[in-house]
């Protein structure tokens, strides 16, 4: 197809981008991403994932193009990624790919993040909880895995970051549940979870979360903190010691974040962390420099 009067390859020009940064960057997450915690050899390529996964994000998200637009240009991204497009077409995946070369990562976490921003593009519904965290494989997971294998961390680890990586993505489900609904009519929450609680979509468009809502609220958290046992041992197994900072940082603060989702009403109000928060992450976190 062709993309927004772009012609060429699969509708793409090799002289314009389909890239549309939002305006968002490393400072409007929740969590650190290549902070200087990590090694500084190896923050930039840290920097450049985030860079890749920020713009199809940006794709995935956008309230203007259609879905059809939305795939045309996350295949385009990966065509970049892989060589067989022109790097002005997509220049986050062009210095992804150079990265990758440089660091012998290969490039399959990128390549399951478009798998998770195409479903974004479409699927706008969960039936439940298996369907969630079939998606968080792909939406969530592949970041930490990436990190990891960044640092050359063992395999080993990859089960309790993807614990970590699927708990700060439910998390941010929580977070944003009514803005995804009012931009995008996205709803993450688990429609079976919904209904036996006696909730509504229609739940998040109001001034604060109903009984039933807060119920599926509380239900969800309840998954995180099962997640949560097998989070905690993710620093322990992290080599690095850089990186096992980083790790025990992220984990801090991703349970301090769960226990004020569980105080307050994320209809109401926007629930989110604050320096005190990061204070304490990083305190708490000192425990694994040996």
């Known amino acids: 197809m062709e993309i927004a009067g772009l012609s060429g390859a699969r509708g793409v020009s090799a002289s314009a981008s389909v890239e549309a940064w939002s305006g968002k960057d490393r400072g409007h997450e929740n969590f650190p991403v290549g902070s200087l915690l990590i090694r500084p050899d190896l923050r930039r390529h840290v920097h450049a994932f985030y860079g890749f996964a920020r713009n199809a994000d940006d794709i995935a998200d956008s309230g203007q193009l259609p879905p059809e637009e939305k795939i045309a240009r996350l295949d385009a991204m990966e065509e970049v990624l892989l060589g067989r497009l022109a790097d002005a077409a997509a220049p986050s995946a062009a210095r992804l790919r150079l990265s990758l070369a440089e660091t012998g990562v290969a490039p399959r ?85 919904m209904a036996a609680h006696g909730a509504s979509i229609d739940d998040l468009r109001g001034a604060r979360a109903s ?51 569980r105080r307050f009403d994320p209809v109401a109000m926007r629930v989110k962390l604050g320096r005190g928060d990061v204070a304490a992450a990083v305190l708490g976190a000192l425990r694994f420099l040996p």
Do not use: W
């Open 109 to 193: 976490h990128a390549l399951d993040l478009l798998h998770a921003f195409r479903q974004d593009a479409t699927k706008r519904r969960y039936a439940n909880f298996e369907e969630l965290y079939a998606y968080c494989r792909y939406s969530a997971m592949p970041v930490g895995r990436h990190v990891l294998d960044l640092h050359g961390e063992d395999e080993a680890t990859h089960a309790a970051s993807d614990a970590l990586c699927t708990n700060l993505q439910i998390l941010n489900h929580l977070q944003d549940g009514a803005a995804d609904l009012a931009a995008l009519d996205r709803c993450y929450l688990p429609a079976d979870l």
């Open 211 to 261: 009984p039933g809502l807060r119920a599926v609220h509380f239900a969800l958290l309840a998954r995180v903190a099962e997640l949560d046992g097998l989070a905690r041992a993710l620093p322990g197994r992290v080599r690095a010691r850089r990186l096992r900072l980083e790790t025990a940082v992220i984990l801090g603060l991703a349970q301090r974040l769960a226990a004020r989702l």
